[in-house]
């Protein structure tokens, strides 16, 4: 079965910081790729994604991530987190249904 | 870029009654759009698929009489919880299909007494 496991639960920083975030897909086939953050009260957003082409991808607010199809990977990272990156993270994937199989979330808090 | 809204944003209900949760998307049209289903420090679990003028297509698991999606027009979903229980009390998330990604509704927080 297609399934989405992200390693990190709760992930604590300080401000600066590196960060990154584990995804672990398993699917044989062709995997689209999707990293969303919910910020507290708000909707889910798509940070970035993944369909072919460069396997490191660039998404918003100085986030990547770096498809790794030997390992079934697609690892988030951002090289300096901001208090403002206090979020929930949550890594998908998506076939060409449309459906949307999520991780099971990381929840990142960034002190200031 | 693309938004979706759902309404209400919160909804508190007594045991046994029905309750309908609104799932607009707002300046496109989706053809599909999906339900999901957020439990407290829990990912979101896909409930059903949402097909414009075709009956939707549930996930193993997800009983389609106690959840009735209805995706009558290209802009509108509905789900509709009958029968509540205190068990159904969740966070319910909305998503449209647009033409590149998924675009997310904000949630309805459903509550059962």
């Known amino acids: 079965a297609q399934s989405v496991s992200q390693h990190n639960h709760h992930v604590i920083l300080s401000e600066a910081a590196s960060l990154e975030l584990g995804c672990n897909y398993s699917?044989?086939?062709?995997?689209?790729l999707f990293w969303y953050v919910q910020y507290p009260g708000q909707h889910l957003q798509l940070l970035l994604k993944?369909?072919?082409?460069?396997?490191l991808v660039k998404g918003i607010k100085g986030f990547e991530a770096e498809f790794i199809k030997s390992k079934f990977s697609f690892n988030l990272r951002k090289p300096s987190v901001q208090w403002s990156d206090t979020a929930e993270y949550f890594c998908?994937?998506?076939?060409?249904?449309?459906?949307?199989?999520f991780g099971q979330g990381t929840t990142l808090q960034v002190k200031p | 870029g693309a938004v979706v809204s759902q309404h209400p944003s919160r909804v508190i209900c007594k045991s046994g009654t029905s309750v309908k949760i609104e799932c607009r998307s707002l300046d496109f049209q989706a053809t599909t759009m999906f339900w999901y289903r957020q439990f407290p420090k829990k990912s979101l679990m896909l409930m059903a698929t949402s097909n414009e003028g075709s009956k939707a297509t549930y996930e193993q698991g997800v009983e389609k009489d106690k959840f009735l999606i209805n995706h009558a027009s290209l802009t509108l979903s509905t789900l509709t919880v009958t029968s509540a229980h205190p068990e159904d009390s969740s966070f319910y998330i909305c998503?449209?299909?647009?033409?590149?990604?998924?675009?997310f509704g904000p949630g309805t927080r459903l509550t059962v007494t």
């Open positions: 998503s449209a299909r647009g033409a590149l990604e998924q675009y």
């Open positions: 993944y369909f072919s082409g460069d396997p």
């Open positions: 998908a994937f998506g076939g060409n249904t449309g459906k949307l199989i």
């Open positions: 699917y044989g086939g062709t995997v689209n």
